[in-house]
């Protein structure tokens, strides 16, 4: 089982991103995925996280209305669009997914902990 992110680059203040999640081993269309980043010295945090449906979505308050979640069930892949890019958004970006049937809040899929799955990152860096 192995989740592939990639996507990220060099971008200037103001810029956009596309990230990609791709799935392979297993299916992860009837559970939570979700978009994690970490700066130097920071821990790992919450970007987005998207219910199996992909019409319930969760966002960190730094990144509403500037980053857009979505997944394509049928290709077992899920999306972040990032607009408006800011130097504060310059982390590795990881892509997670749980392998198991959710019913908790979306509080609850802000935890690192929560997630069975992760990619191994890729790298956002946003020049001022």
């Known amino acids: 089982v192995q989740l592939q992110a990639s996507g990220g680059g060099l971008v200037q203040t103001g810029g956009s991103l596309r990230l990609s999640c791709a799935a392979s081993g297993r299916t992860f269309s009837g559970f939570p995925m979700g978009w994690f980043r970490q700066a130097p010295g920071k821990e790992r945090e919450l970007v987005a996280s998207?219910?199996?449906?992909?019409?319930?979505?969760d966002y960190a308050d730094s990144v509403k209305g500037r980053f857009t979640i979505s997944r394509d069930n049928a290709d077992n892949t899920m999306y972040l669009q990032m607009n408006s890019l800011q130097p504060e958004d310059t982390a590795v970006y990881y892509c997670?997914?749980?392998?198991?049937?959710?019913?908790?809040?979306?509080?609850?899929?802000?935890?690192?902990?929560?997630?069975?799955?992760w990619g191994q990152g890729t790298l956002v860096t946003v020049s001022s």
């Open positions: 997670a997914a749980l392998a198991r049937l959710y019913y908790g809040g979306s509080s609850g899929l802000r935890r690192p902990t929560v997630y069975d799955y």
């Open positions: 998207i219910r199996s449906s992909g019409l319930s979505t």
